[in-house]
């Protein structure tokens, strides 16, 4: 055996050499065997023809592998993006289910006279006005802190709404939207008799 690098290196390119002119030699051959008038007409160019052969069928070589490693890598990707959805979807439906399976427990709102006082005066203003706590106090015959505390209860769910400070300490408070439609379905159930 060999150890010699020079004589490795030239082994390997004469090797090489081999088969990437063995295609077109091969053809070649086929033709003299084959149709021995047609390769009569091309002569023998000695190593161009045999190297362009070679080539074209190395280039075809290698573009229907890149195609079928192409093909393989797109149908991969395919699947694990399908195999990805099926997963999320399967886990978006065990989610929902544990969801709906769970009991689901609404908080109870106690309104008790005094809010709904509150509620049904703040009916009776104009839109764009709005009545501070001392102002319903006086209407309602209670002090103005509890009204204000009845005030803040009602804005915390959304159901009056302030707006600039006014005289005393106090805030302007005006019916919300909710307020107005909570309000209106107590009228219509009779719960809360209609303002005069």
């Known amino acids: 055996m060999t150890t010699d690098a020079p004589a490795i290196i030239q082994d390997v390119a004469v090797a090489a050499y081999e088969i990437f002119m063995w295609p077109g030699t091969w053809l070649l051959a086929w033709f003299a065997e084959h149709a021995p008038g047609l390769a009569l007409t091309h002569g023998d160019d ?4 045999p190297a362009m052969l070679s080539g074209i069928v190395w280039s075809l ?3 229907l592998v ?3 490693i192409r093909t393989i890598c797109l149908n991969a990707l395919y699947g694990a993006r399908r195999v990805n959805m099926y997963v999320t979807s399967r886990l978006q439906v065990r989610e929902r289910r ?3 399976s769970e009991p689901v427990a609404i908080p109870e709102v106690d309104f008790d006279e005094l809010d709904i006082a ?3 005066l703040g009916s009776t203003i104009p839109p764009g006005l709005g009545l ?3 102002e319903l106090s006086g209407q309602l015959t209670k002090r103005p802190r509890q009204v204000q505390e009845s005030l803040e209860k009602l804005k915390q769910y959304g159901l009056v709404d302030d ?6 300490g106090f805030r302007n408070y005006c019916l919300t939207r909710s307020g107005a439609a909570l309000l209106a379905m107590w009228q219509r159930q009779g719960i809360v008799p209609r303002p005069a």
């Open 98 to 100: 544990r969801l709906l």
């Open 118 to 120: 509150v509620l049904n």
């Open 132 to 134: 501070t706590a001392e």
């Open 66 to 68: 890149f195609q079928v």
């Open 46 to 49: 000695g190593v161009a023809l």
């Open 163 to 168: 707006g600039a400070a006014a005289a005393g």
């Open 61 to 63: 070589l290698v573009f």
